[in-house]
């Protein structure tokens, strides 16, 4: 939420959108696709929006995809993952990328960069998120050459994977893809240290706040995520600065891609010359556009 509300401080104090000033309306969803469903109707028949930024989660944003769609309300989620996201219909749109892309450059980047060849996978057979991840970095580094040597799983809610992480020892792997988050990888990857495994560990965004979380048992590990903080990129520093500024803390990658949706959305507003709901959705899908997280 404060991303969106900088990006629209912002565009404001330099004129708006089509000489006029842009107004944001919450709704909290509470991450529950109930809510979300609520949330959404409240925002178009009585607040009368011309477009949504969210949800956050993919499961809230799935509640809604069809409703925007049948409704024609440009949706522009900012962190909802999930592949199947989009495929309600050409008004829903994303400012991240896709658990498809971000499984298939971990891969990569595992074979490639990090020279690794014989690979095991530790996932969350219960969760999607983890399930989707799993299956695009297994088909990518299989396609590159590499090798899954192990393949592992427990359920959402588990803390112990002993048992799993004894498995995947006994194969010697030389990195380990842990698809999931961060307060579940903080407790993998201490005990995978705890049982003597010493390769590479990667994952994806829901790394983010690993470093919080977690201590020296990550060290020499990666992760995918949408946005760096301290890149050098002006745009970045410049974002880092004004949301310091704002708010007396740094940004996280939510708020980047909250700040780039908002902008993404103005500028097909001004590109459109008009908020009509077919002609912003074209707009919107015509984006050429440098923002934070990157060229778009």
């Given amino acids: 939420q404060q991303g969106i509300e900088l990006a629209i401080k912002e565009i404001n104090e330099a004129g708006g959108v089509l000489g006029r000033q842009l107004e944001l309306v919450v709704e909290d969803d509470e991450a ?55 495929d309600a219909g050409d008004y829903i749109f994303r ?25 095991a996978i530790l996932f969350d057979n219960t969760n999607d998120y983890s399930k989707g991840l799993t299956q695009n970095f297994k088909k990518k580094f299989e396609e590159m050459g590499g090798t899954i040597i192990a393949e592992e799983s427990y359920a959402t809610g588990d803390v112990d994977f002993n048992a799993q992480l004894t498995s995947i020892k006994s194969k010697n792997p030389d990195v380990l893809f842990i698809p999931d988050y961060y307060s579940t990888v903080a407790l993998i990857t201490k005990q995978a240290r705890a049982q003597g495994l010493t390769m590479p560990m990667t994952g994806a965004d829901g790394w983010e706040d ?39 803390v ?8 909250a700040y780039d949706a908002t902008y993404i959305l103005a500028d097909s507003i001004e ?5 009509e709901s077919e002609a912003l959705k074209n707009a919107i899908a015509a984006t050429d556009i440098k923002v934070v997280t990157g060229q778009i």
């Fill in 32 to 86: 529950n696709p109930e809510k979300t469903k609520n949330a959404f109707t409240k925002l178009v028949t009585n607040d009368g929006v011309v477009a949504i930024i969210g949800a956050l989660t993919s499961k809230s944003t799935l509640a809604i995809t069809a409703d925007a769609q049948a409704r024609k309300i440009p949706l522009i989620t900012h962190a909802s993952t999930n592949d199947t996201v989009t």
């Fill in 95 to 119: 400012s991240c990328y896709n658990d498809s892309f971000q499984g298939t450059v971990v891969a990569q980047y595992a074979f490639e960069t990090m020279g690794k060849k014989n690979a």
């Fill in 210 to 248: 690993i470093i919080s979380n977690a201590g020296d048992e990550v060290v020499g590990s990666f992760y995918s995520t949408h946005y760096s903080s301290g890149a050098e990129d002006p745009d970045v520093q410049k974002f880092e600065e004004n949301f310091k500024a704002a708010y007396n």
């Fill in 250 to 257: 740094g940004p996280n990658v939510l708020a980047a891609l």
């Fill in 271 to 275: 590109r459109a010359g008009t908020t």
